[in-house]
């Protein structure tokens, strides 16, 4: 299944009206939102984010949206693999994958891929 047929991916500034777009979107189209925005995956930022609203999460499924601990590591790369993931499930559920969010560099990553980079050990 290729993943970068029938995704639809919205990006702009912090309350530019991309959640209140996608929501709509997504009712008249069978989709399901994905986060694309790299403050909103932490649990702890819910007000700075301008995360979508309990109400919006009741009507439209969305995802990876506040299951990340602030104090622990979690890279782009994470997101791509989590992300990637969930875009083939909904398509095997026949719904359409609408990417949300701000942070260009995991738009650039679910478009163009990541610099394969080898793991340093610390010393």
Known sequence: MDLKSKIILIYGPTASGK?????KLAKKIDGE????????????????????????????????????????KFSTGDWLKLANKKILDL?????????????????KALTE???????IPIN
Do not use: C, W
């Open 19 to 23: 959640s209140k777009f996608a929501i």
């Open 33 to 72: 939102i994905i986060n694309a925005d790299s403050m909103q995956v932490y649990k702890e930022l819910k007000i700075l984010s301008a995360r979508p609203q309990k109400k919006d999460y009741q009507n439209i499924k969305h995802h990876l949206y506040g299951f990340q601990n602030v104090k622990k």
């Open 91 to 107: 398509k095997k559920r026949k719904k359409t994958p609408i990417l949300v969010g701000g942070t260009g560099l995991y738009f």
């Open 113 to 119: 891929g990541l610099a394969d980079i080898p793991n």
